[in-house]
């Protein structure tokens, strides 16, 4: 079965950090671009960050540059996403997706396979 499933979410105080992981599955994501994005309650999915088959370029939406480092492994299969410096306006389910092409770009939401999504919460 092919499947992204995310972990390291949780509640932590605003200025704290996290680190998300993906782990893919049922096939080889060597070659495929991985990206995460968030929805917060009431709100639509957003881009947060995307990064291609090798690694060597990143996207990040303005919200959480500088802030956020999207890296993967692929020995591992595993995409991460490093938070600092957390806000509350972080809060959001995020969601791991990777896509059958190697490449992405600033807000790609060609995006075909999707995670259940982990639970962000920063309180003030």
């Known amino acids: 079965q092919v499947q992204l499933v995310e972990s390291g979410g949780g509640l932590v105080q605003a200025g704290g950090s996290l680190r998300l992981s993906c782990a893919a599955s049922?096939?080889?994501?060597?070659?495929?671009?991985m990206g995460w994005f968030r929805q917060a309650p009431g709100k639509e999915r957003e881009f947060v960050a995307t990064?291609?088959?090798?690694?060597?370029?990143?996207f990040y939406a303005d919200s959480v540059k500088g802030r956020f480092t999207i890296s993967r492994d692929n020995t591992k299969n595993t995409v991460y996403l490093q938070m600092n410096s957390l806000k509350p306006e972080d809060t959001a389910v995020y969601y791991c997706?990777?896509?059958?092409?190697?490449?992405?770009?600033?807000?790609?939401?060609?995006?075909?396979?999707w995670g259940q999504g982990t639970q962000v919460t920063v309180s003030s």
């Open positions: 997706a990777a896509k059958s092409f190697s490449y992405t770009r600033y807000g790609d939401p060609n995006f075909d396979l």
């Open positions: 049922g096939r080889d994501f060597s070659s495929s671009a």
């Open positions: 990064i291609n088959w090798t690694g060597a370029s990143t």
